[in-house]
């Protein structure tokens, strides 16, 4: 099935019948006119870029597994991109930039984490869940997402419900990340009334692999 896009004067639109239909790319897009779009591939993210605006970059993967029969289908969870334990720099007005002021700019980093991804094809009357649970079955986090019909994302920051620091952190930056879970396979269920349907999250360190 072919899938495909096209900048307007207007925004985005996207297709997955091969341009028999078209529906507007929306999300936080704003109505301008786009003047070149390219796919990074290995990342699978949609690189706009705008007139008279800015670079506006947006995870693709959810679209590209996106088909009639998952429309069809009641609810779907999609494939998650693995989750990277890294440590946050972090700066507290002394470099030279942050002392220059206006004159240094500086775009908005990806929330830290992995992002969760499902569709439901019908309003319900209230939120789903999402649990996500270890390589033992262990119950690491659970989350609540909208109950509303059409996709959604959920960030997940590798955090479970209850963090702890199991030794002394001497900056923020160490502190967080003993916050996070520990690499491995995790899997995130979507229960949905009687339904559950999950997916794996592979979980690494910096630099293995990714």
Known sequence: MARGGTGTE??????????????????????????????QPRAQELVLGSYGR????????????LTLDVLSSEAHLFDAKPGVLFR?????????????????????NPPYGTMITYYLRDDRDHNVTLAITDEQ??????????GTAGLHRINWNLQPDDPEVTSYAATA????????????????????GGTAISQQIAVALEGDGT
């Open 137 to 146: 079955g262990n119950a690491v986090r659970s989350m609540t997402g909208p």
């Open 173 to 192: 930056s160490e502190r967080e990340f003993q916050l996070r879970v520990t690499p491995g396979t995790y899997t995130v269920t979507l229960q949905l």
């Open 10 to 39: 207007f925004g985005v639109f996207v297709t997955i019948d091969g341009g028999a239909h078209w529906a507007q790319f929306k999300g936080n897009f704003p109505t301008a006119g786009v003047r070149g779009m390219v796919i």
């Open 54 to 65: 800015s670079i506006w970059i947006v995870d693709m993967a959810p679209l590209q597994q």
């Open 88 to 108: 946050t720099r972090y700066t507290y007005g002394a470099t030279i930039e942050q002392l220059n002021g206006d004159m240094s700019f500086r775009g908005e």
